[in-house]
């Protein structure tokens, strides 16, 4: 199992917008194969990334998803925010899981 982090740097002005986003996002995502679950998370300190993470079973997994029509689909919201909504470009981190408290 795989795990993805976005990294996204928001301004502050445009918070509740960009929540609103993934809240309202058209989840696309949720029925690929070898999806398992999408986080967002709120940075706790002003000027800290936002983090969408999302679970994998594989990276072949991910990689679908990547070049899939749902995807461009699912991304081409993206574009409902400014430039100026944005303090520096995205963190694509990509980790492969070794232990998972949740799975013994």
């Not at 690929?32 to 706790?44: K, T």
């Amino acid at each position: 199992m795989i795990t993805v982090a976005n990294r996204i740097y928001v301004n502050p002005e445009f918070a509740a917008q960009f929540e609103e986003r993934f809240q309202n996002r058209a989840r696309q995502v949720d029925s690929m194969p070898g999806f398992i679950r999408n986080l967002v998370l709120r940075p706790a300190k002003p000027g800290d990334p936002y983090v969408v993470l999302t679970f994998w079973e594989s990276q072949e997994a991910f990689r679908a998803w990547t070049e899939s029509d749902a995807f461009k689909q699912g991304h081409a919201r993206s574009g409902t925010l400014p430039k100026e909504a944005f303090t520096g470009p995205n963190q694509l981190e990509v980790h492969e899981i070794i232990t998972d408290s949740q799975q013994g």
